[in-house]
Nanobody, 121 residues
């Protein structure tokens, strides 16, 4: 069973920085992609950023040059450093991974429960 545990959400002021962290635990899986999505009230969930294990990163245009996604050396933790926060960054942020189950080699998507980030002016 794969588990994703997020931390780091909370309140921030416009212009401040905040870092989210997501730790992945479990067995019998190999992670290919780690990243973050977000969902604001009354809006659909949208991609924020992701990193291919050992490879490049991709950012949504609305966070490019402000947010940084990174992966630890053990490839089981993904962080999202959020700089120059704006009120429109207010959302529930979800950790996401795409991983291969080594029992059957099926690729699956896994999600964290989400962490609230609220940015006020």
């Amino acid at each position: 069973q794969v588990q994703l545990v997020e931390s780091g959400g909370g309140l921030a002021q416009v212009g401040e920085s905040r870092t989210l962290s997501c730790s992945v635990s479990g067995s019998n899986f190999i992670i290919q992609v780690m990243g973050w999505y977000r969902q604001a009230p009354a809006k659909e969930r949208e991609l924020v950023a992701y990193i291919i294990t050992g490879g490049p990163t991709t950012y949504a245009d609305y966070v490019k040059d402000r947010f940084i996604v990174s992966q630890d050396d053990g490839k089981t933790t993904v962080k999202l450093q959020m700089n120059s926060l704006k009120t429109e960054d207010t959302a529930v942020y979800y950790c996401h991974i795409q991983a291969t189950d080594t029992n059957n080699y099926w690729r699956k998507d896994y999600w964290g429960e989400g962490t609230q980030v609220t940015v006020s002016s």
